[in-house]
T-cell receptor
């Protein structure tokens, strides 16, 4: 079983819609969860971190964590073309794992 | 505060050549990492370091070597380059590991390497 599972996509949403990105992980020891955004040809950039069950909101971004289900998601409200990128999920426990990422395209 | 810097940005090597990818961070982070990312793929950990003088292998260490003589620098050495090492290489650093605030990794801009 892969440590981190993400739907590779591509996921396409119209401008202004909500984009929902999902991630499941296998390491029950994971305590921190990070979402990174990676534009084509660029390095990963941290956009959200979440450490406890529930929701965490930051601007248009909301991260949701359910440790019992080993599931973390990222919602992007009012999606913009500039949100088009690959989003990497990274749960952190004893090791730092990255998912392979979900490619998001926001259509104007 | 420049964060994590990497040089060079691009490099083309011939099979069998060697080179060193440079990585420097100015955030006083103890932990540093080298990843490779093949087209359309995720990040694979090559080597990591928990402090000056201490390094350990990651998932794909074969064909690479590292050293960590200072907190700031973590160079990656490629010996006898092979076409399979064509990839984008990212260096990253973090203040701590094992979860919690401060364990997030910060990435350099990457080095795009082609081996012909």
């Amino acid at each position: 079983q892969k440590e981190v599972e993400q739907n590779s996509g591509p996921l396409s949403v119209p401008e202004g819609a909500i984009a929902s990105l999902n991630c499941t992980y296998s390491d029950r020891g994971s305590q921190s969860f990070f979402w990174y955004r990676q534009y084509s040809g660029k390095s990963p950039e941290l956009i959200m971190s979440i450490y406890s069950n529930g929701d965490k909101e930051d601007g248009r971004f909301t991260a949701q964590l359910n440790k019992a289900s080993q599931y973390v998601s990222l919602l992007i409200r009012d999606s913009q073309p500039s949100d088009s990128a690959t989003y990497l999920c990274a749960p952190v426990g004893n090791q730092f794992y990255f998912g392979t990422g979900t490619s998001l395209t926001v259509i104007p | 505060n420049a964060g994590v810097t990497q040089t060079p940005k691009f490099r083309i090597l011939k099979i069998g050549q060697s080179m060193t990818l440079q990585c420097t961070q100015d955030m006083n982070h103890n932990y540093m990492y080298w990843y490779r990312q093949d087209p359309g793929m995720g990040l694979k950990l090559i080597y990591y370091s928990v402090g000056a003088g201490i390094t350990d292998k990651g998932e794909v260490p074969n064909g690479y070597n590292v050293s960590r003589s200072t907190t700031e620098d973590f160079p990656l050495r490629l010996e006898l380059a092979a076409p399979s090492q064509t990839s984008v290489y990212f260096c990253a650093s973090s203040r701590r590991t094992s979860g919690g605030p401060g364990s997030e990794q910060f990435f350099g801009p990457g080095t795009r390497l082609t081996v012909l």
